[in-house]
């Protein structure tokens, strides 16, 4: 799609280069540009092997170099020259097409190129110039029909010159895009641009930088074929104008800030074959008006926020071909008006809510090569019977809700490439299989029960298998599986009911295979894999019961580079993966390993990633991890490791590292704040003795801070950085000794804490690195939530919390914690503050725990508290307050223990009437008494609005502050 796009200005070109060299063939050469052209060609170099600035993956233009200008030699014809098209009379230059010449080098403004003046069409794409700027002098070729420079180096301001070129049909200055933003039109060129180029016909500039240029401004020509803005950074509203040009063909505006809805079309017909709006943050339904794109062949909207239904006019446009709206949040059903005369050949509603059947007239779409309706709620059972789809290569229904037997039509498609079943509800046995060229075969995550169908065993192109998760019986060889010659992954997870035979007298192989999953099969030997897996990257055998130590064929594998061996009864020594040289992922939490870690694991030198959480390891953790080069994610929580933290952190790679819940002790090495990648830090839980590390504001991705339940103590100083915290989502320094005022000049700085992006649809996302093209690191971590601890396997994004509980702060609560208003959690309880509850913490409408209790808090509860409408959880215990306690939203909600220790409140739900004589005594004996005799209260969860976590909260009493966390539950 992409490169047809941006080619389909070439061919008119081409013709016309091919014209004329076969009219002038015979002419000779002007002396003029003979010379100038050998100048040219003498001062850039040659290379024949591409680079990526002339080889783009993503738009697959030039498939090798081609050398043109080093064909160019003195004493012969300029125009017999490859590349070069002269005038058929006069001999002067009029076209140069160097494309993928594999030229390298600067063009200068004194270049003999622009001394070319008969210039009319120059293409340069796909060279390298070395990340200069586009010389001005190319607006001294007033001539010029058509430029291209695309994906050629340039770099810097596009120099206003540019606009000079007043007869240009054809512009191209388009981008690759991992050089996105590489090139920047200044906001008074572009107009002059627009205003002096009026015969454009072709417009292509992906990814240049077009941030300060709004979509109001934009006065287009009329003559416009082709226009491409694809991730130009535009802003703005996106109006039928452009939609409605009389000869636009094809637009492509993906990829920009076009906030929203898509506007209603004022023309009753448009020439528009290929519209691509993706990436566009696009809100609001697909206005029916669409259906008077009747000349329409692709329809892009995906990774919009486009809500509604899918108008029942769209799937009836007459030319429609290709129709992608996957990623948004489009619900109801598929219209079932398919005509047999549609053309569709991908129809991609991938990640929608669409609901409800499969429409009847989906049989109708006998054109079909690609159809992919994954991760939406699809009902009830697939058609028993369709006739055709002779050309159907992919079929994704995975990730819905579809139950019943599977079909036997969709195992005998002649065309079919990948079938995706995965993860609905589809029962009863799997029929024989006769499409046998399915590459891409996975049914996991459903009820299917039975045998596995012999059948399976005969698609011999399979490079991907899913059979997990299901309710498969009887027993399997596994060498059965190596059929598969060219299988790459297996998946055979969580399938309690079938035995899964690894003994075999069979000699067999797996040469491709790269990935197995093996995990939850109640295995309690590792099955035997010597010389099987030659190339195998990716071993999971977690979750289940093996015990002892991992064998040496393990470490005999030189292509494995996971491991996941978490959730067993494991005691192997960590430093047997030390042979592992070239592993970058290994889990070895939950297992029962004891004994230290010396600095042999560091000879794995390309780990990146070490889960060894949950375990009985000892010792002091070796001062080599922490310099590695490549760790990313290091995990020691939950041990036995004791002596003081590495103090030498280096320069390096670290992105999370969890040591919570062990037996650490001494300072912080300030030499933590060299791991300028941190994002996530979790030392709770220790024995870690120190003042506030005042240097932590200096990690500038910091998302994660976890210091609560050590012995942290004193005030804590002002900020010496000029940005602190910018990142910082989650701060935890509960239970510990800090004294003095709560630092208003850090609550001031959290600057992710001030707002949150407004999450369309219900899809929740998480805090998640990649650590490979397809798998993700999510950071297990444990959290306090709503006076719980909960171990999270994932961070929602969401997740924004402050938890100072547990110490000496005093004085008032800041006014500014009212700004924080993505807040979801504050935790202030068990301290010495006093003072009024500020008003502002009215503006804290996401917020869903609040705890003030066991302080010294005096007045009335601001009824501006009333605003929080996803409030479930509010403990304002043992306080001094006053007065009746507001009324209406969640405030409804809660009971007598939210408010119980404060004399002197009346009003719903305590007893005490309001206006009735009641004790209005202090309460401050009873505080300094009782706050210490208890604890942590169980306080009313509200009910309505806000998420419900399901945690209902017990009553504890203890001699000293809140519990610290026995309640420990697995989320995420």
């Known amino acids: ?138 607006g001294e070729f007033v001539n010029l029909i058509h430029l291209n420079l695309s994906s050629s180096n340039f770099e810097g301001e596009i120099p206003p010159q540019i606009s000079h070129l007043s007869k240009l049909q054809s512009l191209d200055l388009s981008l690759p895009h991992y050089d996105e933003f590489q090139l920047k039109w200044k906001e008074g060129t572009w107009k002059r641009m627009l205003q002096n180029v009026t015969e454009l016909r072709v417009l292509v500039l992906n990814y240049i930088d077009l941030s300060s240029t709004s979509m109001s401004s934009l006065n287009l020509s009329s003559s416009l074929i082709t226009l491409s803005l694809d991730g130009t950074g535009l802003k703005g509203k996106l109006t039928d104008d452009i939609l409605c040009l009389p000869n636009l063909q094809h637009l492509d505006l993906s990829g920009n800030f076009l906030h929203g809805q898509l506007p209603s079309l004022s023309c009753s017909s448009a020439s528009l074959n290929v519209l691509q709006i993706s990436y566009c943050e696009l809100q609001g339904p697909i206005p029916p008006s669409f259906s ?203 399938l309690g009911q079938l035995s899964l035979n690894f003994e075999s007298s ?35 055998l977690s979750n289940n019961k093996l015990n002892g130590k991992v064998p040496n064929w393990l470490h005999e594998i030189d292509s494995l580079l996971a491991v996941n061996l978490a959730q067993n009864f494991l005691t192997t020594p960590v430093d047997q993966f030390s042979r592992n040289y070239q592993l970058r992922d290994l889990d070895l939490s939950y297992n029962l390993l004891t004994g230290g870690i010396s600095s042999a694991i560091c000879n794995a030198s390309s780990l990146q990633n070490l889960e060894l959480s949950n375990n009985k390891l000892t010792g002091t953790i070796p001062q080599c991890l922490v310099n590695s080069s490549f760790l990313c994610f290091l995990n020691l929580g939950m041990n036995r490791f004791d002596g003081t933290l590495p103090n030498t952190f280096s320069m390096n790679s670290l992105v999370s590292l969890n040591l919570n819940d062990n037996r650490l002790e001494g300072p912080l090495p300030e030499s933590l704040s060299n791991c300028m990648q941190l994002e996530v830090l979790n030392l709770g839980n220790n024995q870690i003795e120190d003042t506030f590390p005042h240097w932590l504001p200096t990690l500038p991705y910091l998302k994660v801070l976890v210091l609560r339940a050590n012995k942290l103590h004193g005030p804590i100083s002002i900020f010496k950085t000029k940005h602190g915290f910018p990142s910082l989502n989650i701060f935890d320094i509960s239970s510990n000794n800090f004294s003095g005022p709560i630092p208003e000049d850090y609550i001031q700085r959290f600057e992710s804490m001030l707002g949150q992006d407004e999450v369309v649809g219900n899809s929740q996302q998480y805090m998640q690195w990649e650590f490979t093209i397809t798998i993700y690191y999510y950071s297990p971590t444990t959290l306090t939530t709503k006076g719980t601890s909960v171990l999270f396997k994932r961070i929602p994004t969401n997740f924004v919390s402050i938890d100072l509980s547990g110490n000496n702060f005093e004085g008032k609560i800041p006014n500014a914690i009212g700004e924080l208003q993505a807040l979801i959690g504050l935790n202030l309880s068990h301290n010495r503050l006093s003072g009024p509850i500020p008003q502002s913490m009215g503006n804290l409408i996401n917020l869903e725990s609040l705890d003030l209790s066991s302080n010294m808090l005096t007045g009335r509860i601001p009824t501006e508290l009333v605003n929080m409408k996803f409030l479930e959880v509010l403990n304002l215990s043992y306080n001094n307050l006053v007065g009746e306690i507001p ?86």
């Open 292 to 494: 008077n794109l009747t000349s329409l062949t692709l329809l892009d909207l995906s990774f919009n926020y486009l809500n509604g239904s899918i108008p029942s006019s769209l799937l009836t446009l007459p030319r429609l071909n290709v129709l992608i709206l996957y990623k948004n949040h489009l619900s109801g059903q598929i219209p079932n008006v398919f005509h047999k005369s549609n053309r569709f050949e991908e129809l991609n509603l991938r990640e929608n809510n669409i609901q409800g059947e499969l429409p009847s007239t989906i049989s109708n779409l006998q054109h079909l090569i690609h159809l992919d309706i994954s991760r939406n709620k699809l009902e009830g059972p697939l058609p028993n019977k369709i006739a055709g789809f002779s050309n159907l290569a992919f079929l994704l229904l995975n990730d819905n809700l579809l139950n019943g037997t599977i079909p036997s039509w969709c195992f005998s498609l002649p065309s079919l490439v990948n079938l995706y079943l995965s993860n609905n509800k589809f029962t009863g046995h799997i029929p024989a299989i006769s499409s046998y060229s399915l590459q891409g075969l996975s049914l996991g995550g459903n009820k299917l029960q039975g045998n596995i169908s012999e059948s399976i065993f005969n698609l011999v192109n399979l490079t991907y298998l899913s059979l997990s998760s299901n309710n498969f019986s009887g027993s399997v060889n596994f060498s059965l599986f190596s059929k598969f010659q060219n299988l790459e992954r297996l998946y055979l997870s969580n």
């Open 887 to 972: 009324q209406g939203m969640q405030f409804g909600s809660f009971l007598n223990d939210s408010y119980e220790g404060n004399l002197g409140l009346c009003g719903v739900p305590l007893s005490v009437k309001c206006g009735e004589e009641h004790d209005q005594h202090s309460s401050e004996t009873l505080w300094r008494e009782e706050k210490f005799g208890f604890g942590w209260e169980a306080v009313a969860i509200g009910y309505g609005c806000g998420m419900v976590f399901g945690v209902v909260m017990g009553s504890f009493v203890f001699l000293m502050r809140k519990p610290e966390f026995l309640v420990r539950m697995f989320g995420g």
């Open 1 to 138: 799609m992409k490169s047809s796009m941006g080619m389909g200005w070439l061919f008119p070109l081409c013709c016309h280069f091919l014209l004329f060299h076969f009219s002038f063939s015979h002419s000779l050469c002007h002396p003029h540009d003979n010379l100038a052209l050998l100048h040219f060609k003498a001062s850039l170099t040659i290379t024949t092997t591409y680079s990526s600035y002339y080889y783009d993956y993503a738009y697959g233009y030039c498939h090798q170099v081609y050398p043109t200008i080093a064909t160019w030699e003195n004493g012969t014809d300029c125009c017999s020259w490859s590349g070069v098209t002269c005038h058929p009379i006069s001999g002067h230059v009029t076209a140069i097409d160097l494309a993928c010449g594999g030229l390298q080098g600067k063009i200068n403004a004194n270049s003999t190129l622009f001394t070319l003046s008969h210039m009319q069409s120059l293409n340069l794409a796909f060279n390298d110039f070395s990340n200069s700027q586009i010389p001005p002098p190319i």
């Open 506 to 540: 069979v000699n067999y192989s797996f040469n491709r295979l790269e990935y197995l999953d093996l995990s939850s099969l109640g295995l309690t030997e590792f099955p035997k894999l010597s010389r099987k897996v030659p190339v195998l990257n990716f071993l999971i």
